[in-house]
């Protein structure tokens, strides 16, 4: 009864090459974050999806392109992986954003190694 | 531009202390700050969120204050336990933003 999930749970890649990482709810929330942790441990968010439209889009190289084909989904494409994107991704979701009443719910992270 | 600090960074404690974990925000607008743990290697799992009218939220032996107008949130952790180490981590939530902004983090050891 996993509320966020995400797969894969590790991913080593090489330079060059694109993955994906892929979300999933199942508390009914409409809204979902993807954030990256970096080697300090400092968290920051790079996009949130509001009942599947973008509403967040940090500033972030658009090797990174998000896709949220329904609301219980936020997919992480990215595109020519470089060193520097090793993280800890991190998706999230809450009920919604409105009012600031809504805990956000953490999935178990992805840690992306580029060699 | 909103920053969240969190004193100390890490911090170490014997079995049974009761103590206190701080947050700092410089934009005193917020709809709410929200309080999680961070074991090793996991996600963040949610303490206890506060709204902006709200000025402390209690679960079990954790207590979390919230003065917005000094920009500082405060987590008391009492009677603390070793099963209690790990990274705590206060978010904000700017009014009239979607985002949350992180804290720094403070790592906790409770010894045995």
């Known amino acids: 009864d996993t509320a966020v999930s995400q797969t894969p749970k590790y991913l080593v890649t090489q330079m060059g090459n694109d993955k994906s990482i892929k979300c999933e709810q199942n508390?009914?929330?409409?809204?979902m974050y993807w954030y990256k942790q970096d080697s300090k441990k400092f968290l920051k968010i790079m996009f949130s999806?509001?009942?599947?439209?973008?509403?967040i889009n940090e500033t972030v190289p658009n090797r990174f392109s998000p896709k949220s084909p329904d609301k219980a989904h936020l997919n992480l494409h990215i595109n020519s992986l470089e060193l520097g994107d090793s993280a800890v991704y991190f998706c999230?979701?809450?009920?919604?954003?409105?009012?600031?009443?809504?805990?956000?719910?953490f999935g178990p992270g992805t840690r992306l190694t580029v060699t | 531009k909103q920053e969240v600090t969190q004193i100390p960074a890490a911090l170490s404690v014997p079995e049974g202390e009761n103590l206190v974990l701080n947050c700092s925000f410089t934009?005193?607008?917020?709809?709410?700050l929200q309080w999680f743990r961070q074991d090793p290697g996991k996600g963040l799992t949610s303490l206890l969120l506060i709204q902006s009218s709200q000025r402390e939220q209690t679960s079990g032996r954790l207590n979390a204050s919230l003065d917005k107008s000094s920009g500082r949130s405060t987590l008391y952790i009492a009677a603390s336990q070793p099963g209690d180490s790990a990274t705590y981590l206060c978010?904000?939530?700017?009014?009239?933003?979607?985002?949350?902004?992180f804290g720094t983090g403070t790592r906790l050891k409770v010894l045995a």
């Open positions: 999230a979701s809450s009920q919604d954003v409105g009012a600031g009443i809504y805990e956000q719910y």
């Open positions: 999806y509001n009942n599947k439209e973008l509403i």
């Open positions: 934009d005193s607008a917020i709809y709410n």
């Open positions: 508390l009914g929330h409409d809204t």
């Open positions: 978010a904000v939530l700017t009014s009239g933003t979607y985002k949350y902004i």
